[in-house]
């Protein structure tokens, strides 16, 4: 194996059978009985080789199949995908908590994994006595667990309770807890499944903070993530993984776009034609695009909207908004303001909607774009409410070398300008 | 099928790093005890734990090492040492029966804990990776405390009774101490790994364990057998660690001789077919808990 690289996976494959979940409650006696009929069958189920009637109703299910990839030291990977893509299962996998049925994975340097806080927590001990439980179980040694003990209560917030049984603390605490022993692992690989950051919005932020700093410490990261907005501000490179296979691997922004627009295209709402009845008007097809920014600069919304007639209908209006991922309403443009009205003719038109230099305007992060027709006096006809998601990078506005984010600071960037008043004259 | 296994790879650059090999399981599995050693810490936490949260929960904590013994020395010694009348080496029935259910006890409370250990670390197993050796073992030396309480409660009744051991019968009692936790051991790793597979082992278990104690000499002296039976007892590791326990302490019966050779044989088989067995089952565990 290359000295360069952390992770080498090739080939990697693990099927789970689903009829398991009726060989689950197999009984021991059912086993000790068939020994009478069959002694080699029932000595080789006790094994673990199984070749009994159940197997032959059980179907199989490959969670991770053909599944290749490199990364390089101190690289920092996302790993995404829709739930039930087989991420958990390869990060399972790369922990030796399960064992790959078919291919390999080689890895080079020690190991830190994050799936969950709190394995290990017992309730009835303290928290002082639960850092030191927790941190063993994930393969700290003691003496870093001395070490590193203030700065893993300092992190947590709760000082004040480290020597009440854990019990007692409330489910934030515990959490703030855990995820405070598991930040301060101190591995050259860490796998690390988003869902961890919990709590609060103020712990979230410093959760993110501490992935982000560990990220840039030099450390090799694989990061499971679901807030594509968080997976491109800490990773290089992402993996994309569908129904357990490697759909595309590469460099963090073109995985990261791919994978949204694969989501709008295959998005619920967007069955075409997507029609009023009433008024035979609707949506033949729409695209939403983030184009330009190749010097860069601010991006251009760009949707490309095929309008579908019954037959020729005058004085459409075509509207489009923006809401946040919180479903926050960014903007609402409707024809009635815009006056973008137009004459329908039988038959598919087609319209280009473009709001150059988007980017210039908003906040880093994702939104929803929406786009819906409408009778001139504000009638809604048929809306897209998930026309398309785009992810925008925002802008250093104020040349500080920080880009606003919508979660923060909210959707709009506006221009501020702060100065010292002018002395008022006597 | 080819057979491959979980292997470490030393690479040639750097001492320090070694380079993992993640590779499909098949078949028996090395044992890999070295391993074992690397997570040594990790084996005391477990059993710091399961010892301070359970000497943490109940106000008879403590308490119960002892009236667990205690109790079924009273029992023993009203119906069988009174009533039914059954011989005991000379020596008075309570202290007899007690001195077997030291040792019993300590045995039965390994096994239990060692054959559910798994299960009940069941969110472990799933969730981090480290040799699952160290789970059981853990459930084994976790029995100890409770034995030296119940063990100061036997000298405070040799007092009483005024029987004194020598001190080279005392020192047997170390490696009978030692058999009687790889006997534990053995046979729990064994109904630990079914377990985590079957769930009826759970009902199992707690059966086994009464018959079982039926079948060693708590209860009444292994003397009440001829030879060759006597020695055949020794299949029953237990019978050999009772019957020591009973000579080293009280000077009574038979010296460790062929019984005590046979148990020592049959734990030895069982400690490692239990390895061999545990290794193999262990890359499933984390699918089918």
């Known amino acids: 194996m290359p000295p360069d690289l952390a992770v080498q996976v090739a080939g990697l494959g693990k099927k789970y059978r689903i009829g398991a979940l009726q060989d689950r409650s197999r009984m021991l006696v059912e086993v000790l009985s068939e020994a009478t009929l069959w002694p080699v069958r029932a000595a080789r189920s006790l094994l673990g080789r199984q070749r009994t009637r159940s197997e032959l109703t059980t179907s199989i299910i490959w969670a991770l199949r053909d599944v290749s990839f490199e990364v390089e030291r101190g690289e920092v990977m996302g790993i995404i995908g829709p739930n039930g893509a087989g991420k958990s299962t390869l990060l399972k996998v790369l922990t030796r908590i399960t064992h790959p049925d078919e291919g390999y994975a080689r890895i080079r340097g020690r190991v830190g994994s994050l799936l969950e806080v709190g394995t290990g927590f017992h309730a009835e001990l303290t928290g002082r006595e639960n850092i030191y439980l927790n941190g063993a179980i994930l393969g700290m040694h003691r003496h870093e667990i001395d070490r590193k003990f203030d700065e893993i209560v300092a992190f947590s917030g709760v000082e004040r309770f480290i020597d009440t049984p854990v019990k007692r603390y409330s489910s934030g605490m515990y959490l703030r807890l855990a995820f405070s022993v598991a930040a301060h692992l101190e591995t050259d690989i860490l796998l690390v499944d988003e869902v961890l950051a919990v709590g609060d919005a103020e712990f979230q932020k410093k959760c993110l903070g501490k992935m982000s700093r560990v990220a840039h410490e030099g450390r090799t990261v694989l990061f499971v993530g679901h807030n594509m907005a968080a997976v491109q501000h800490l990773c290089q490179s992402a993996i994309w993984l569908e129904r357990g296979r490697v759909r595309q691997h590469g460099p963090v922004e073109d995985v990261i776009r791919a994978y949204l627009s694969a989501l709008d295209a295959e998005s619920p709402d967007t069955r075409f034609p997507l029609m009023n009845p009433q008024y035979g008007v609707g949506f033949a097809d729409c695209r939403v695009h983030l184009v330009g920014g190749s010097n860069g600069e601010a991006r251009t919304l760009r949707v490309e909207l095929g309008v579908l007639a019954e037959q020729d209908t005058p004085r459409i209006g075509i509207g489009l908004g923006l809401i946040t991922e919180t479903g926050a309403v960014v903007t609402t443009l409707d024809a009635k303001i815009t006056n973008f009205i137009f004459d329908m003719q039988k038959g598919v038109n087609r319209f280009v909607l473009e709001v150059p230099e988007i980017e210039r305007y908003l906040a880093a992060g994702e939104y929803m774009v929406q786009v819906w027709l409408t009778l001139p006096e504000l009638t809604r006809l048929i809306e897209l409410d998930r026309a398309g998601l785009i992810l925008l990078h925002g802008r250093d506005m104020f040349g500080t070398g920080r880009v606003p984010e919508v979660h923060r600071h909210g959707p709009l960037i506006l221009p501020l300008e702060v100065r010292r008043a002018e002395r008022a004259a006597h | ?289």
């Open chain 2, 1 to 289: 099928m080819t057979r491959f296994s979980l292997r470490t790879l030393r690479t040639k650059n750097s001492s320090a790093e070694r380079v993992l090999l993640i590779e499909p399981v098949h078949g028996w599995v090395p044992l890999n005890l070295r391993e074992m050693w690397a997570y040594r810490e990790l084996l005391y936490f477990l059993i710091w734990r399961d010892i301070k949260v359970r000497y943490k929960q109940t106000l008879l904590g403590a308490a119960w090492a002892i009236i667990q013994p205690l109790f079924t020395m009273v029992i023993f010694s009203i119906f069988f040492g009174g009533l039914a009348k059954i011989p005991s080496d000379d020596i008075p029935y309570p202290i007899f029966s007690y001195t077997g259910l030291l040792p019993w006890t300590f045995f039965a409370t390994a096994l239990t804990n060692a054959s559910r250990s798994l299960v009940r670390d069941a969110n472990l197993l799933k969730r981090v990776y480290f040799p699952r050796l160290v789970i059981p073992l853990a459930g084994v030396v976790g029995a100890l405390p409770d034995f030296f309480l119940a063990f100061l409660i036997l000298l405070g009744m040799m007092v009483y009774y005024g029987l004194y051991p020598t001190a080279i019968s005392l020192l047997w009692l170390f490696p009978l101490l030692l058999l009687g936790m790889l006997a534990a051991l053995g046979i729990g790793l064994w109904l630990s790994a079914l377990y985590v597979r079957y769930r009826d082992v759970g009902y199992i278990v707690p059966f086994l364990i009464q018959s079982w104690m039926y079948l060693t000499p708590v209860a009444y002296p292994s003397s009440l057998l001829d030879e060759p039976w006597r020695t055949l007892y020794g299949l029953n590791p237990m019978a050999g660690v009772v019957e020591g326990f009973r000579w080293a302490l009280l000077h009574k019966g038979q010296a460790p001789g062929p019984m005590t050779a046979v148990s020592a044989l049959t734990t030895i088989l069982l400690l490692i077919s239990g390895l061999y067995f545990f290794r193999r089952m262990e890359h499933i565990f984390a699918d089918v808990v």
